[in-house]
């Protein structure tokens, strides 16, 4: 039985995670997927829907990247002449479309591989990618392309939230609160399928937002779609944003602690949902920039059993 592109569709959007599914799933795709053309299965591979655009005048790296819906790091990522952070007038420039990165297949590596570096779903990457088996690039999403090549990050051994140890939020943390869930589904305000790169907590507008645990500040400031936003570097390669926010209470390279106040809730930005919230980001370091990781083991990993012991 042949599986139809609405099935496949379904499987990306809903997050099934139960890796018998997603074993499954892949294996069926597979047996019609060939090298370098995509199964009829799925869509064709996102390397193969860039777009051109050519830079008008008066248009900035941010003002293209807000147009298509992506950060400016996406567009530097896939083209070398905007790395400058300008964008030369007559310009043309690819955009994907999605926010992600091109990454060129080694010898003897597969797209296994990759999706396994930048802890990305294989059966997302696999069809995102067209189904191929063998492809010589994939486009991996949901990675910020960053200029400093590194190795990548290690494993570490540290569980989750031994370092990112703190709510973002001064009210205590509530599984109610989370109004949009990390990664891969239908986007609220566009009916469309997207990648959410964080996750969504409801909070009132003002209320104080708050560093989750001890680091530096890597950015403070206005930020595309991000609006108002605070990057915060943190130990073992982790890094924390917090965004669409109001006013900030920090400064580039500024030292902050746990629990410390770093902004204020705002409206900033391009919200992807309508009710108030925090935008918050658990990104950890790659060999091309930093990866986005669910946020929901670190920040709400004690609500179970913190509603337990309010019993």
Not at 115 to 136: H, I
Not at 168 to 193: C, D, E, F, H, M
């Amino acid at each position: 039985m042949k599986c139809s592109r609405w099935l496949a569709i379904f499987f990306v959007c809903s997050g099934i995670t139960l890796a018998g599914t997603a074993d499954a799933r892949l294996r069926l795709l597979a047996q019609t997927a060939s090298p370098e053309v995509s199964s009829p299965t799925c869509a064709p591979p996102v390397l193969s829907r860039l777009v051109r655009h050519k830079v008008a005048a008066g248009e900035t790296l941010d003002s293209i990247a807000q147009q298509y819906n992506l950060i400016p790091s996406t567009l530097m990522g896939f083209n070398p002449a905007l790395r400058s952070g300008k964008a030369p007038l007559g310009a043309q420039i690819l955009v994907p479309p999605y926010n992600g990165i091109r990454v060129e297949l080694k010898p003897n590596q597969t797209w296994r591989d990759v999706a396994k570096t930048y802890n990305v779903r294989p059966d997302v990457l696999f069809e995102l990618n067209g189904c191929q088996s063998a492809p010589r690039a994939v486009f991996v999403p949901g990675v910020n392309w960053s200029p400093v090549a590194t190795a990548a990050a290690k494993p570490t051994s540290s569980p989750p939230g031994s370092i990112l140890n703190n709510y973002p939020l001064a009210t205590k943390p509530s599984r109610s609160a989370l109004l949009l869930n990390y990664g891969w589904g239908i986007q609220p305000l566009t009916g469309k399928v997207g990648f959410h790169s964080g996750i969504d907590l409801a909070a009132t507008v003002g209320s104080p937002v708050l560093a989750v645990a001890d680091g530096t500040v890597a950015f403070a400031g206005s930020q595309s779609a991000y609006g108002t936003l605070v990057v915060i570097n943190h130990a073992e390669a982790l890094q924390t944003r917090y965004a669409q926010l109001a006013t900030l209470k920090v400064k580039v390279g500024q030292v902050v602690k746990r629990g410390q106040t770093i902004a204020t809730v705002g409206r900033t930005g391009t919200p992807s949902t309508t009710e108030p919230h925090l935008h918050f980001e658990v990104r950890s370091r790659s060999a091309l920039g930093w990866v986005a990781e669910n946020p929901e083991p670190y920040v709400l990993r004690a609500v179970s059993r913190l509603n337990h012991a309010q019993k």
